[in-house]
């Protein structure tokens, strides 16, 4: 038999398994003396003798990580099925739940790979082909386990209850690295798995106001959603798609032409975006749509009417501010994802007050 592949249970004491010491074997007491009738008691109560719970060393290799918090080792040519001491359960059952639970799974599957020699030590026996226990690569042993490494790069917490577990103080110190580094469930991970984490990310770079983390997907957030598409090159549809998720994950904030004081708007065109800048910082990024005939050049705003009316179509035009002839920038019902106006610049009912409230007479226009 491959004694590297072999099971053995084997009797140990609590202190070696926490001392990181091999199992030593217990040994069976003497047999008493038979004590005389007549004897006086003894001054004190003899000693107890705690039982030696019994434990299990199992060396094999990894045939597979089916979840965040088990592994499946083959030894002796059986499968055991090994739930990580001390692993809490990564997440709950909403969205973002689930992707901790899918990261954290991937991250053991990169250190765990199919073929990986592991050896797993536990303070209990083998019941079922199941164990709760310490997974180490190669022939490892101590605090070093698999099971703190999850935790320390933040994928897992701890169970409810590690504090009964030999390796509590260390797997408290690892989280609370994780948590110090804002490493995985403790950072930016699986953040924009829910509509309240991509809005959030969306206040951060500037495409929705600071209120607006409400986790429903309104008119608003669908319309910075594709502010932020037409700033980074994507289809302008307004959908949650992974590729719209993975930009997010390392965007930063939009950047203006210029880096002038005091404030002033920028349009770009082939992005559909609307930047509102004071001292060379933009302050919000606010999906448009222009038109063919829309001028370009540097402007300034010459009028500011709170109800326009538009002669050549009839229409009345909220929040409209004039900066070059009768092209303005004004409300709109419909801000679609392509140019659709008829010169000009479109803003989505939410973000047309913001647009008012930022403008002035005379302040700078460039659109390009």
Not at 48 to 61: A, K, Q, Y
Not at 111 to 124: E, M
Not at 149 to 172: C, D, E, I
């Amino acid at each position: 038999m491959n004694r590297s592949r072999a099971l053995r249970t084997v009797p140990f004491t609590v202190a070696a398994l926490a001392g990181g010491a091999a199992p030593a074997l217990a040994q069976a007491p003497a047999p008493a003396a038979t004590a005389p009738t007549t004897a006086p008691a003894p001054a004190t109560a003899p000693a107890t003798t705690t039982p030696t719970p019994t434990g299990t060393e199992l060396v094999g290799r990894v045939v597979a990580v089916p979840s965040a918090t088990t592994v499946r080792v083959r030894a002796n040519h059986r499968i055991v099925t090994v739930t990580l001491a001390g692993v809490g359960d990564p997440g709950a059952g909403d969205e973002r739940g689930a992707c901790l639970r899918d990261a954290a799974t991937g991250y053991l599957q990169g250190r765990l790979r199919r073929g990986v020699r592991v050896t797993v030590r536990s303070r209990a026996a083998v019941r079922r082909r199941a164990v709760n226990g310490w997974v180490y690569l190669g022939t490892n042993r101590g605090a070093g386990s698999v099971n703190r490494a999850v935790v320390m790069a933040g994928y897992a917490p701890l169970s409810p209850t590690f504090a009964r577990t030999p390796y509590a103080k260390p797997m408290r110190a690892a989280l609370a690295t994780a948590r110090r580094r804002h490493a995985g469930r403790w950072g930016q991970a699986c953040s924009l798995s829910t509509t309240r984490g991509v809005q959030r990310r969306l206040v951060a770079l500037g495409y929705l106001p600071k209120d607006s983390a409400h986790g429903a997907l309104d008119y608003r957030t669908q319309q910075a959603i594709m502010a932020f598409q037409g700033w980074s090159g994507l289809s302008r549809d307004g959908v949650l798609g992974p590729s719209t998720r993975k930009r997010l994950a390392r965007a930063t904030r939009p950047t203006p032409w210029r880096r002038s004081k005091g404030r002033y708007i920028e349009v770009h065109i082939s992005q559909q975006v609307l930047l509102l800048v004071q001292d060379g910082k933009v302050q919000r990024a606010i999906h448009v749509s222009s038109g063919g005939a829309t001028p370009r050049g540097r402007f300034s705003i010459i009028r500011r009417e709170m109800y326009s009316w538009s002669r050549p179509f009839s229409v009345t035009l909220p929040y409209a501010q004039y900066f070059h002839g009768g092209f303005a920038f004004h409300e709109y019902p419909s801000v679609p994802g392509y140019p659709a106006s008829h010169g000009c610049v479109r803003l989505p009912a939410p973000e047309a007050p913001v647009v008012w409230n930022f403008g002035t007479y005379g302040m700078p226009v460039t659109i390009g």
